[in-house]
T-cell receptor, first 115, second 118 residues
Framework: AQSVAQPEDQVNVAEGNPLTVKCTYS??????LFWYVQYPNRGLQFLLK??????LVKGSYGFEAEFNKSQTSFHLKKPSALVSDSALYFC?????????????FGRGTSLIVHP | SQTIHQWPATLVQPVGSPLSLECTVE??????LYWYRQAAGRGLQLLFY??????ISSEVPQNLSASRPQDRQFILSSKKLLLSDSGFYLC?????????????????FGQGTRLTVV
C-alpha cells in the first residue's frame, strides 16, 4: 500500500545542534513529498516539497529536506536548531482516491529543542 | 492572495447536540476542499473531501456529514454529537488539477476548531 511513515514519535535536540526528522515513503511512480509543521492548537503550515530535480530541497525557516530514492526517504533537516522550532512535524504525500489525489499525512513527529 | 477561514476556534457541546463547523476560502476558485480530524495531537484522519459544489466524498463512515453549498464554503455537520467526536478539526484547500494544480501542489490549512463533547 502507498503511504508515508515517520518512524520517530519524538526527536529531542539541543539548541544550536543539527536536527533530523525522518520520513520514508512507499509510492508507485514519481513521489511528490511534502513537509508541514504544526504549532500547538494551530493548523498545519507548509514547509517545503520535493518535485523533481535537486535532491536537497530548501524551504521555510531554514529547513531543508534530502530526497533519497534508493532509501525511499525524505528526511527533514536543519543545521542549527532553535527552541522556537519545537513543534509537530508531518511528512505527506498525495495519494489517489477515486479521481482525486488526497494529501495524506504521516503520524507526525514531535520535535523538542532544549535550550 | 488566498486565505482560509475556519470557525469557531473552540467549541464545547453536550452529547446529542448538533454541530456545524464552517470553512471558507478567499482568493481562489473551485478549490479542492478537505476536512481532517486530529485526535490526541497526532496524525490527521481525512473525513471528507470535495472537488466541486455539491460533490462530497466520505473517507470514513461515521457520525458526521459535510456539505459544499457554495464554491468556497465547506461545512462539517452532525445531527447528534458523540463523546468520540471530540478532537481538533482542520479544514484545508488545494489548487485543483484543472486549475494549475497537480500531484505536487501543497495544501493550505485553516487554524482549526477544538471540539470538546461533554
Amino acid at each position: 500500500a502507498q503511504s508515508v511513515a515517520q518512524p520517530e514519535d519524538q526527536v529531542n535536540v539541543a539548541e544550536g545542534n543539527p536536527l533530523t526528522v525522518k520520513c520514508t515513503y512507499s509510492v508507485s511512480g514519481n513521489p511528490y513529498l511534502f513537509w508541514y509543521v504544526q504549532y500547538p492548537n494551530r493548523g498545519l503550515q507548509f514547509l517545503l516539497k520535493y518535485i523533481t530535480g535537486d535532491n536537497l530541497v530548501k524551504g521555510s525557516y531554514g529547513f531543508e529536506a534530502e530526497f533519497n530514492k534508493s532509501q525511499t526517504s525524505f528526511h527533514l533537516k536543519k543545521p542549527s536548531a532553535l527552541v522556537s522550532d519545537s513543534a509537530l512535524y508531518f511528512c505527506a504525500v498525495r495519494l489517489r482516491s477515486g479521481g482525486s489525489y488526497i494529501p495524506t499525512f504521516g503520524r507526525g513527529t514531535s520535535l523538542i529543542v532544549h535550550p | 492572495s488566498q486565505t482560509i477561514h475556519q470557525w469557531p476556534a473552540t467549541l464545547v457541546q453536550p452529547v446529542g447536540s448538533p454541530l456545524s463547523l464552517e470553512c471558507t476560502v478567499e482568493g481562489t476558485s473551485n478549490p479542492n476542499l478537505y476536512w481532517y480530524r486530529q485526535a490526541a495531537g497526532r496524525g490527521l484522519q481525512l473525513l471528507f473531501y470535495s472537488v466541486g459544489i455539491g460533490q462530497i466524498s466520505s473517507e470514513v463512515p461515521q457520525n458526521l456529514s459535510a456539505s459544499r453549498p457554495q464554491d468556497r464554503q465547506f461545512i462539517l455537520s452532525s445531527k447528534k454529537l458523540l463523546l468520540s467526536d471530540s478532537g481538533f478539526y482542520l479544514c484545508a484547500w488545494s489548487v485543483p488539477r484543472g486549475g494549475g494544480g497537480s500531484l505536487n501542489t501543497e495544501a493550505f490549512f485553516g487554524q482549526g476548531t477544538r471540539l470538546t463533547v461533554v
